[in-house]
């Protein structure tokens, strides 16, 4: 493995105190072939509750098998499933039967409340059956909720997730949907030394499951520490990426963990220099680096080190130096996810004006260092005025604030561009003028790209790969819009819609108004005329709230599985069309007069499974 580092600036000015930006880049050139890589003791845990049933969950089986048929035949594999009890479906085996282990993955079905705990942890236990140092032990933790069953304090589960890490178990969590508690999982995540990842869509399932696998069957190093020692008088402010650190005197040591193929490993950090004496070469720190990794078969430790030099000049000679506009770039990236994490918190507590003016003042300081001509920058401004904009409205609703999170997660923890800035969700066209033609504006269309949305240029003329910044709050996937003006950046890499924007619709329906959603306060409580084979037939919960019927001795009850509601209450649900293990799919749930149970009200569709 090999390491190297850029610095803001190469030459500092002589007698003047300078704050620096430095990058460090772990990665390797070697290729690491199939029959090469480490073998994998993985283990998924899936959660199967009652609201994953239709579309998410069938989606969380295919992005499953997907994985299965990725391994290889020596890897071992293990499946566990999980509601309100957790059971082994897969034992620990290695993945030869491929089509006899997507055979049994596909045998899960829907139903119950979550006890992620209870899943999670028998997961471990599949692991550690099978564990050895020459394979790499991993658990998949899939779950679209919040923990509501068995362990459910965050404080305690973020402590198993370290006792785990340190008897060789690493854990990656998936959240899926917009009900599961991110806090949580990013705290899981990062107490056991695994990643995270915001599944935000059922399309989005298979895609994370490749890159987490990507990832896994490339791991060239594994538990990188790095130990800077910076010469005397020069001080490390801050440590800008979210890897644990402790000092030891003037020293640092950081543990930046596992080391893929696939992307490099970076750890920025910005120094304060002290007015400097001398002019020449001048060495600013001292990297130390050790880890883990497999030489002819056999798992070595290995340890090296590097200097961090720097150039001091005269001022006239450091004013001709440009600053390095990359490791600006990558910096404030940090800076920005940091702050997206500071908003969140002030906003959790109340402070909205506070928060949107934290990101606004942001995208100011971007805007004046000209980073803003940078495209990837240029798509963080867009970011932050839209969550301003809705943290000051008091609408950063679950999804947005998810974003937020993963955003920040996966630019302070990860170098993956196709992890970089995902989201897709809350944009909304719908608001601007429809127009039925093109005639003096340029047509450009929202596409969704992995988990982004990406705006190109459509009409004739201009360069179709190139990005459009154009703004988030009205970004949809599929729509075509209508803007006044497409200017070329001034590194001519992408394009910026000014002036008006409007919607491109079919004519005859330019005047059409759409009305925001919303659930009506007059729905009649839920009724069903025929039988169970009449109901509708949905694969999603949609905007809904998910019922499931269980069988308690002789009787059969209806219980509400979504999150948010007490799954112990009962639920006032037509007994015509009542059917053991059947999920339901309501329009509302509403607490009985005296809150001991809870009313159906609306239209009831079938989940499909």
Known sequence: ?????????????????????????????????????????????????????????????????????????????????????AETILPPQKAADKAKISTQINRIRAGGCTNLSGGWLMGCECVKSQQTEE???????????????????????????????????????????????????????????????????????????????????????????????????????????????????????????????????????????PPQKNPGPFTIATIEYQYQTTIDDNIQQVSEQIPVVITVGSAEEASRIEADMLVLEQTSQLKIARLKNEAIAMADRGQYKEAAEVLRSQVDELKSKLLNEIFEVAEEIAQLE????????????????????????????????????????????????????????????????????????????????????????????GVTYVVEEIQLSANGSFYRATGKICRLVEPGKEKAVTTEKGKSQKLAAAKATGGLEDLEPVDTVGDGVLIQCIKEKSKLRARVVSDGYNPDFNIRFPRNIRAEGVLYVVDEVRESADGKSYISYGKIRRLLQ
């Open 1 to 85: 493995m090999k390491a190297n580092y850029s610095l803001s600036h190469s030459l500092i000015a002589i007698d003047t105190e300078t704050t620096l930006d430095l990058i460090l880049n772990f990665n390797t050139e070697e290729q690491v072939q199939a029959s090469n890589r480490r073998s994998l003791n993985l283990n998924l845990v899936i959660d199967r509750s009652g609201s994953m049933g239709g579309k998410p969950l069938r989606y969380a089986i295919k992005a499953a098998q997907k994985l299965v048929e990725s391994l290889n035949p020596d890897d071992i594999v293990s499946v566990v499933i999980y509601d309100d009890s």
């Open 386 to 477: 839209y969550y301003a904009q809705r943290i000051e409205n008091r609408k950063l609703d679950s999804a947005s604030r998810k974003e937020m999170r993963d955003q920040s997660y996966q630019t302070l923890n990860r170098s993956r561009d196709d992890l970089k800035l995902r989201g897709s969700t809350a944009g909304n066209a719908d608001s601007l003028e429809a127009v039925s033609t093109a005639e003096g504006g340029i047509l450009v269309k929202c596409f969704r790209e992995g988990g982004k949305l990406r705006v190109r240029v459509i009409s004739e003329g201009y360069n179709s790969e190139f990005n459009v910044q154009f703004p988030r709050g009205i970004r949809q996937e």
């Open 135 to 273: 394979r790499l032990n991993r658990v998949l933790l899939l779950t679209d909720g919040q923990a509501n069953m068995g362990i459910t304090n965050p404080q305690a589960l973020t402590k198993t997730a370290k006792q785990q890490a340190e008897q060789g178990i690493i854990t990656t969590t998936l959240g899926f949907g917009t009900n599961f508690n991110e806090d949580l999982l990013i705290d899981i995540a990062d107490a056991a030394g695994g990643n995270f990842y915001f599944i935000q869509s059922p399309d989005d399932a298979v895609d994370v499951y490749r890159i987490e696998l990507e990832s896994l069957t490339s791991v060239v190093a594994e538990n990188l520490t790095v130990t800077l020692h910076p010469e005397p008088s020069v001080q490390i402010s801050e440590v800008l990426n979210n890897y644990q650190s402790t000092t030891q005197g003037e020293a640092w040591e950081i543990l930046l963990g596992d080391v893929y193929q696939v992307e490099a490993k970076q750890l920025a950090l910005q120094l304060l220099i």
